[in-house]
């Protein structure tokens, strides 16, 4: 597609639960990154994936957080035992390479009730 | 640790003013400088950034912003504001070497203009 892709667009879960989201990159984009953005907060940095190399997961912020790419292209971030504290806008963005400028998709929205 | 700082949390402003957001980072090295617009209900977009060269750059919609390096800055201005310029506005900020594409965030500046 022309721009980066993001589903769903909203989640509700249940704490507890597990939840899975999905990022659709630009086509040819190498570089690959989650944020996350909480009610009234700036963009915080959850992980980063550039081509083959290993991720940057240094902005995960507990081990309920996971995210893995698949081929180079898609990735999935996975949140497991969901807490209300995690509810936020998870936005997902790609950029050529980690050089070039990094374009967002419109975010999945996640409220864990 | 790297950090960018938005000193303005939230502006108002009446149409035609000029605008100013400041945004400041901590940082000595190298590094790639990004602003960023998300409108109500969009996503972000970028409004425009220096990676190197002339120090003022142009981005969309009139916006400018200068890159001073011994004050660690790289404020956004825009000489008249439109009522269409309502939005959140985010710094950014990168290292300009190695190999790492994290962008840190400051914490943004809601703006509002009155028409």
């Known amino acids: ?3 980066v892709s993001q589903s769903p667009s909203n989640k509700v879960t249940e704490k507890g639960k597990d939840v899975e989201l999905r990022c659709d990159p630009i086509s040819g984009h190498t570089a690959l990154y ?4 909480s ?11 550039q081509g083959n190399s290993a991720p940057d997961k240094s902005g995960l912020p507990s081990d309920r957080f996971s995210a893995e790419r698949t081929g180079g292209s898609v990735s999935t971030l996975t949140i497991q035992r969901t807490q209300q504290e995690d509810s936020a806008v998870y936005l997902c963005a790609s950029s050529f390479n980690s050089g070039n ?12 009730v | 640790a790297q950090s960018v700082s938005q000193h303005n949390h939230h502006v108002i402003l009446s149409e035609a003013a000029s605008l100013e957001l400041g945004c400041n980072y901590s940082y000595g090295g190298t590094v790639n400088l990004f602003w960023y617009v998300q409108y109500p209900g969009q ?7 220096y990676f190197s060269g002339d120090p003022l750059v142009k981005g969309i919609k009139g916006f400018e ?12 201005r825009k000489p008249s504001v ?6 959140e506005y985010f710094c950014a900020v990168k290292h300009g070497s190695g190999n790492t594409g994290k962008l840190i965030f400051g914490q943004g500046t809601t703006l ?3 028409p």
């Open chain 1, 34 to 37: 989650w944020y996350r953005q």
């Open chain 2, 65 to 76: 912003a200068e890159f001073i390096k011994s004050k660690f800055s790289f404020n956004l």
């Open chain 1, 1 to 3: 597609g022309a721009g």
């Open chain 2, 43 to 49: 996503h972000l977009q970028l409004l425009l950034k």
């Open chain 1, 39 to 49: 009610l009234g907060q700036g963009l915080e940095f959850l992980i980063y994936f």
């Open chain 1, 101 to 112: 400028t990094i374009y967002f998709g419109e975010g999945s929205w996640l409220t864990v």
């Open chain 2, 112 to 114: 509002q203009v009155k």
């Open chain 2, 82 to 87: 439109q009522w269409s310029d309502t939005a």
